[in-house]
């Protein structure tokens, strides 16, 4: 038997379409190229339009098929038109990936109102609405596959979890809740839980280099990630491979949570 028809069968993604938050740094860069490459048709969503225009213009010279929409998923109203412009690219997504989020943690004697709603705005509810948006499509067409990125602050406190990791642990709630919804109708819905990831996210942490290298030691492979390191966990959580897998917490940390 030969590999190529095989791996493809399992791993393919032509024909999909996955919206990508949060897609033009970072985890989410790594995430929609690793899509995209894999065959998908991939709109990617975040503000800065100039890192969203060098994505996309990276993966065309390659020959994939991708696009971009400008918005800030801090308001409601953002997120929804967010995804009715996205939707009106390459048609309703099968696939959706929400990487998008801020990292604000002050110590909890200082984190404000402010701070808390921005962070909810952002890592909770803009995925939340995304969901509400296109899981019942996805279920009534049969397939669908849902992706959250968290963290290890929603399985523990360390480095001023604050308002930060209050959402992460919320995400992570959400997939349960939705895969209870969805999955009896073809749509998994997972997180991805990075351990420390070298990433602009992180920038504060990464001037600490004692912490940085800390983390490193926290794993078991004796390293920090890197946003490349998620390429194949999401092509397999977005590919028909994962059929079988809902409602969980993959962790691609180095064996940081294990150690």
């Given at each position: 038997?030969?590999?190529?028809?095989?791996?493809?069968?399992?791993?393919?993604?032509?024909?999909?379409?996955?919206?990508?938050?949060?897609?033009?740094?970072?985890?989410?860069?790594?995430?929609?190229?690793?899509?995209?490459?894999?065959?998908?048709?991939?709109?990617?969503?975040?503000?800065?339009?100039?890192?969203?225009?060098?994505?996309?213009?990276?993966?065309?010279?390659?020959?994939?098929?991708?696009?971009?929409?400008?918005?800030?998923?801090?308001?409601?109203?953002?997120?929804?038109?967010?995804?009715?412009?996205?939707?009106?690219?390459?048609?309703?997504?099968?696939?959706?990936?929400?990487?998008?989020?801020?990292?604000?943690?002050?110590?909890?004697?200082?984190?404000?109102?402010?701070?808390?709603?921005?962070?909810?705005?952002?890592?909770?509810?803009?995925?939340?609405?995304?969901?509400?948006?296109?899981?019942?499509?996805?279920?009534?067409?049969?397939?669908?596959?849902?992706?959250?990125?968290?963290?290890?602050?929603?399985?523990?406190?360390?480095?001023?979890?604050?308002?930060?990791?209050?959402?992460?642990?919320?995400?992570?709630?959400?997939?349960?809740?939705?895969?209870?919804?969805?999955?009896?109708?073809?749509?998994?819905?997972?997180?991805?839980?990075?351990?420390?990831?070298?990433?602009?996210?992180?920038?504060?942490?990464?001037?600490?280099?004692?912490?940085?290298?800390?983390?490193?030691?926290?794993?078991?492979?004796?390293?920090?990630?890197?946003?490349?390191?998620?390429?194949?966990?999401?092509?397999?959580?977005?590919?028909?491979?994962?059929?079988?897998?809902?409602?969980?917490?993959?962790?691609?940390?180095?064996?940081?949570h294990a150690h």
């Amino acid at each position: 038997m030969e590999s190529q028809p095989y791996l493809a069968q399992l791993f393919s993604l032509e024909n999909h379409t996955a919206l990508v938050t949060g897609g033009s740094s970072g985890i989410g860069r790594a995430i929609a190229g690793a899509l995209a490459r894999a065959g998908a048709n991939v709109v990617i969503v975040a503000r800065r339009e100039a890192e969203l225009a060098a994505t996309v213009g990276e993966l065309e010279a390659e020959g994939c098929r991708a696009a971009w929409v400008a918005a800030d998923l801090a308001t409601r109203d953002g997120v929804r038109d967010a995804a009715d412009r996205a939707a009106a690219v390459f048609g309703e997504p099968d696939i959706l990936v929400n990487c998008a989020g801020i990292n604000l943690r002050p110590p909890m004697s200082e984190l404000d109102e402010d701070v808390w709603d921005r962070t909810m705005a952002v890592n909770l509810d803009a995925p939340f609405l995304l969901g509400q948006r296109f899981g019942p499509g996805m279920a009534e067409r049969g397939y669908g596959r849902i992706i959250h990125v968290t963290s290890q602050q929603a399985h523990r406190a360390f480095v001023q979890s604050g308002a930060y990791g209050v959402s992460k642990g919320g995400l992570e709630s959400l997939a349960r809740s939705q895969a209870e919804a969805w999955s009896p109708h073809g749509v998994t819905c997972n997180t991805l839980v990075p351990g420390f990831v070298l990433t602009p996210l992180n920038a504060r942490l990464q001037s600490q280099p004692g912490t940085i290298a800390a983390l490193a030691d926290r794993t078991l492979v004796g390293r920090n990630g890197v946003p490349e390191d998620f390429a194949g966990a999401a092509v397999f959580l977005a590919s028909r491979a994962s059929a079988y897998v809902t409602g969980q917490s993959v962790f691609v940390d180095g064996g940081f949570h294990a150690h």
